[in-house]
């Protein structure tokens, strides 16, 4: 069974404040994808990573893909009250098949 | 947004009584999921489908059917229900591209 850990499980921070979360796991992921939920709504799709070493950027939300593929960090400059949700991890080895979920961050941006 | 609808949005409903839940989607996607979501456990894979009449079992699959006669329809039965089933039910769907998953409103399902 893969898993997916991701840290920390809580983070409350004050509008302005930097952040990283992590997503660690000891297996090796073909695709690996971010996602944002906010309460009573699904989770929706931030980014997909898929070669070892990628850096994506999405406005203040930069995503590393680690050069193993097997973990990958999640960076927000200068958090806003907007950014409060939780944050999802997920990995998969087959395209469009399974994939293997963390636990989430559940990020509060106060202002 | 992939065009995802689960009907109903709320249910609450009695230990031992039949339950079904229905995913609807319109961008032809191949697979569809159903996960639960409860605290402390992030989303848990339920079944999913590879295909109309293709199915296969998640983590967490015991107490639980699904059926796919058609594209768009995911349904998921629960045959008696327990408060164990209690959770936030998600329908996701995905494409052929890098298992981008794209993901229903919800159904919160209580059962007293």
């Known amino acids: 069974t893969q898993l997916l850990e991701q840290s920390p499980q809580f983070l409350s921070i004050q509008e302005g404040e930097n952040l990283t979360v992590y997503c660690n796991s000891s297996s090796v992921f073909s695709s690996l994808q971010w996602y944002r939920q906010e309460p009573g709504e699904g989770p929706v799709l931030l980014v997909t990573v898929v070669t070892g070493g990628e850096v994506k950027k999405l406005k203040r939300l930069t995503f590393q893909f680690g050069d193993a593929r097997k973990d990958s960090s999640l960076h927000i400059t200068a958090a806003q009250p907007g950014d409060t949700g939780l944050y999802l991890c997920a990995g998969a080895n087959t395209n469009a098949g399974k994939s293997t979920f963390g636990d989430g961050t559940t990020l509060t941006v106060k202002p | 947004d992939a065009g995802i609808t689960q009907s109903p949005r709320h249910k609450v409903t009695e230990t031992g009584t039949p339950v079904t839940l229905r995913c609807h989607q319109t961008e032809n996607h191949r697979y569809m999921y159903w996960y639960r979501q409860d605290p402390g456990h992030g989303l848990r894979l339920i079944h999913y489908?590879?295909?109309?009449?293709?199915?296969d079992k998640g983590e967490v699959s015991d107490g639980y059917s699904v059926s796919r006669s058609k594209t768009e329809d995911f349904l998921l039965t629960l045959e008696s229900a327990t408060s164990s089933q209690t959770s936030v039910y998600f329908c996701?769907?995905?494409?052929?591209?890098?298992?981008?998953?794209?993901f229903g409103p919800g159904t919160r399902l209580t059962v007293l």
């Open positions: 996701a769907t995905a494409g052929v591209h890098n298992n981008e998953q794209f």
């Open positions: 489908s590879y295909g109309v009449k293709d199915t």
